[in-house]
């Protein structure tokens, strides 16, 4: 919830055009901030000046060299003889065409302006005698190099991964598609954080009403600071109350044009390497970028063997139980037979005995996630040896349940989509209870429940399963399969696109509550 | 929000009322049935036995199991009814019987000859039974065939299971037998399963009581026991059973040899595998007479040669194929006779060939005394054989080059 902060200092100063006074207000607001740098000076004892900046956010060596440097050794006459002859825009000109070096500067008159581009990092230079302000950018910070992806590891494809500063975002992005219709628009969000939001697209394929639409949501969100893309993707989804993702989140510039290329809009938050894609659909989330650049017969197998994995991660122990407990006769003789003789000293119903095995696997995975590094392995010899080999000498678990658990934990682990590969790891869980009470009634009531929920979801007006209901001929070809790209059609004929490909022109006004 | 919730929520609860009975058994409570073998006892009592799957956990790993000896357990009550024994066995015992993984039911002879309908009955109705599992005859009791163990499999009844698959004699189902019993014009049959020794497992028809060194003993399919409606009333050879198998077209795999007599000099034996057989019988009504034509093709390798006939020859194999022609269309009318006249029973169905394709006739004449009607009818049968493959050699290894007859 958006905390009621109220803020301290009124912006409503008006610059005075006199240094001394002008620094004091900013001494003001920036009181006890001490990464808040001033610096005064005299120009030929004829004017002051004033440089105003963040250190740590700011390349010293351009403020010392290309700002403070040609100020100081500038022309006497320039400043001496100014006094009654010259006039504010002369002063300015001079400063902008003579002086200074930088390549991005500009005169701001409003405080509250001004505040905010010394916070993001640039370099603010008061003069006397001038009610305006030149902001100087200088920005340049730590910050991580561009790295392979965690969470995306492809065999083939680029191995260039966002990070944390938003330029170098953009720019991975614009490497990626060199015209002037890829749009990239500026919003500001987080009352307090005053995040960098751009939102990018591809002018002439993506529905206009959708860069609309996503325009409005972001511009409605009240919040104080946005810290990761999952604020940003909470505020704006369709449905908060379901398991399904329904943005795309990513942290690959490939796919993030891929994206584009199909008329979708791209959010990329300042501070986070994550960029989230709308409209999210469920297979979609279940495609890998590497998918488009391995040959399309073993990349259509991968898709399918994905769809197998997410019926394998959904039901498997449900059916594990579902069967030993309820259908046994569906069991083959032979492997009931030795089902039932490696569960002969397991002392729990078959339910306890998948539920204890998957919260301990669960378990260990999330500390595997959590641990740091060196510890992790530890964990999982300790998970390997204890839960797979002891627990079934033991006596505690059979061994078939040992091989289920590891086949579902396998498949979860083939979600190309992490967002995703938790949802299912949740839905196991009910899976499983509607299982032991009702064996396979109980799972297709769930499966039932699950099919009736996930039809209903809609992300920014596109239905979640699309293309499969509402069923989509065309877009099927990328669905199960991923036909040739000579089979594809392209969005080469942009408004074409428009007119028959794009999927998301169902689009529809988000209900406001 | 809350709509849904309670939605939910009432769903939910109306889910847990639509079920009947909660039917939750773990594996540790169930008793799985492989075979069950039921016979007539005195005062009319029906005898159940069980076979039953031991699931005890072979300490470690597979490979230091148990010996096979006693991978199942034999439990047997005595009822008034199959369900009765049933019941009592169930008493015994601290796990539930479970039936739908029975393999097999076995018959006693003295129980099939009163009548099996309230047997199937039960096998019928009751639902953990499956419609597959097979149904055996045996002549004595079906008790004691239980006691045989595997040689193979786990336990005894799969690999019977096994052996009808084959099909190697004609078989049935209990689904099968009651269908027959139901469908007009034709007689049900089942296998006929014997106890015989291991060494020297034969399919002829026999009673010998000879054992092997090892005393062993095996369960082998000896022929099959053929029914008049719900009572069996005799026993059909091996031979007769693979023949029953070709006019049902069900026939998988089978081998015919022939010999070629003492007289032109070209003594010896010829094995033929079957590949294809596809038998048609078509009925006629003339005169009060019911005709039937029965058409079988064959074709099939030859597998073996003993003889001088050179294999290269078409000659040679035409005379082969006449040779085979006359000793399939011999078997046909044998298995004919004896269904005919010995057990006057119809079992190949020519009844229901008639309802068929002579539905008037049928309906008008014979459709209440087939019975009677039945050893009169007149059969004709014709076959074609035709041999594709000779193996992977010509001419007999066994004689010289020129005695060969080309």
Known sequence: MVQKIQLEHNYDYILSGNVTEDLNQFKTIFDNCIDIKFREFDIHGARKGALVFLSGMVNMQTIDFEIMKPLIESDERLFQESAAELNDSDIQNIIENRLLFSSQLSWFEDFPDIIEHVLSGNVAFLLDGLQQVLVINAKDWEKRTVEEPATEAVIRGPREGFQETISTNISLIRRRLKTPQLKMEDMKVGRLSNTQIVITYLEGIVDTKLVDEVKNRIGKIKIDAILESGYVEELIEDNSFSLFPQVLITERPDRVVGNLLEGKVGIIIDNTPFVIIVPGTFFQLLQSPEDYYQRYFVASAIRMLRFFAVLFSLLLPSLYIALTTYHQEMIPTMLLISIAASRETVPFPAFIEA??????????????????????????IVGGLVIGQAAVEAGIVSSPLVIVVSMTGIASFIFPSFQLGLAFRLLRFPMMIAAATFGLYGILM???????????????????????????????????????????????????????????????????? | MRKQVILFLTIFVFMYMLTGCWSRVELNDIAIVTAAALDLVDDQKIQLGVQVMKTKMTKGTAGRGESSDNTTLIFSEQGDSVMDAYRK????????????????VIIGEKLARSGITPVIEFFSRYRDVRGNSYLLTTKGKAFDLLN???????FSAEEIREEQKARVIDSATIRDFTYRLLEEGIEPITSQLQMIPAGEKSTEDSNSEKKNKNNELALGLVGVGVYRKDRLIGWMNAQDAETLLWLRNKMKDSVITVMIPDENKLFGKLSVQLMKSKATIKSKVENEQVQFQVNIEMTGDLYENTTKL????????????????????????????????????????????????????????????????????KVDVTAHFKIIGTGRINDSLIWEEKEMKK
């Open chain 2, 148 to 154: 045989v163990g595997p040689n193979f499999e786990k």
């Open chain 1, 446 to 513: 769930m499966l039932l429940l699950l099919l009736i929920h996930v039809l209903r979801l809609k992300s920014f007006g596109v239905p979640y399963l699309t293309p499969m209901a509402p069923l989509r001929i065309s877009g099927l070809k990328d669905v199960i399969v991923r036909a040739s790209w000579l089979k594809q059609s392209t969005h080469t004929g942009e408004l074409k696109s428009q007119r028959h490909q794009n999927p998301f022109n169902r689009l529809r006004q988000r209900q406001n509550k």
């Open chain 1, 355 to 380: 539920l204890v095995m998957e919260i301990a696997f669960e378990s260990l995975r999330e500390a595997g996630v959590r641990l740091p590094r060196p510890v992790g392995q530890a964990v999982s």
């Open chain 2, 310 to 377: 050179s294999t290269n020859s078409s000659n040679n194999l035409h005379t082969v194929q006449q040779l085979l022609e006359e000793e399939v269309e011999r078997r046909i009318r044998s298995t004919v006779q004896k269904s005919k006249n010995k057990f006057k029973t119809d079992i190949i169905g020519f009844g229901s060939k008639l309802h068929r394709q002579n539905n008037k006739e049928w309906n008008e004449k014979y459709s209440d005394r087939w019975d009677e009607k039945f050893p009169e009818i």
């Open chain 2, 89 to 104: 066995i169930q008493k015994k015992i601290p796990r539930n019987l479970i039936f739908s993984h029975n393999r097999i």
